[in-house]
């Protein structure tokens, strides 16, 4: 069974402050797909990581995938309260389905 | 822009009612999806089909039925509803299995 730990499950920061969010996994994964969730709202796709030791940023988020397709990071720098949510990152399973982590709730506060 | 819709945002139920689920999606996806989100688990996968009339089981089917007759309506049956159904059940849809998910926002049930 494939499993993606992602910690920290809690992070409560002030703005302007920079944070990292990670998943990691003992399999690999063809890739791997950051969802950003706001309450009463579904996960929404952020960005899609494919090649082993590839970085994708998105404004002040920056994505990257390890070089052997078992982990990855999301970093966030100088947070706004607008990046308050829950973060989720979820790998593309050997038989195409999502293996999801717990999601990772981020508080900006102003 | 892409939609995905569920039919209530909020459900409670009585423990042992049949209780049905529906969702629809109007991008012409092949796949749609079926999930609980509960704190700390993420979310889990509990069954998803990949055309009209066939469904796969996800990870956690148990207690769940689902119904796909038509390719944009995907529907989550409760045979009886327990209390440690009690969650937010969140719809998707691809249009193809590696492909990005769109979710619609959710149904929180509650199992009385």
């Known amino acids: 069974t494939q499993l993606l730990e992602q910690s920290p499950q809690f992070l409560s920061i002030q703005e302007g402050e920079n944070l990292t969010v990670y998943c990691n996994s003992s399999?690999?994964?063809?890739?791997l797909q950051w969802y950003r969730q706001e309450p009463g709202e579904g996960p929404v796709l952020l960005v899609t990581?494919?090649?082993?030791?590839e970085v994708k940023k998105l404004k002040r988020l920056t994505f990257q995938f390890g070089d052997a397709r078992k982990d990855s990071s999301l970093h966030i720098t100088a947070a706004q309260p607008g990046d308050t949510g829950l973060y989720l990152c979820?790998?593309?399973?050997?038989?195409?389905?999502?293996?999801f982590g717990q999601g990772t709730t981020l508080q900006v506060k102003p | 822009d892409v939609k995905v819709t569920q039919s209530s945002r909020y459900l409670v139920k009585r423990t042992g009612e049949k209780v049905f689920l529906e969702c629809v999606q109007d991008?012409?996806?092949?796949?749609m999806f079926w999930y609980r989100q509960d704190p700390g688990l993420g979310l889990r996968l509990i069954y998803f089909?990949?055309?009209?009339?066939?469904?796969e089981k996800g990870d956690i089917p148990e207690g769940y039925s689902v119904s796909r007759e038509k390719k944009e309506r995907f529907s989550l049956i409760l045979e009886s509803a327990s209390t440690n159904q009690t969650s937010m059940y969140l719809c998707?849809?691809?249009?193809?299995?590696?492909?990005?998910?769109?979710f619609g926002p959710g149904t929180r049930l509650t199992v009385l």
């Open positions: 399999s690999v994964f063809s890739s």
């Open positions: 991008m012409d996806h092949e796949n």
């Open positions: 089909s990949y055309d009209v009339k066939m469904k």
């Open positions: 979820a790998g593309v399973s050997n038989t195409g389905k999502l293996i």
């Open positions: 998707a849809s691809s249009p193809g299995v590696k492909n990005e998910q769109f």
């Open positions: 990581v494919v090649t082993g030791g």
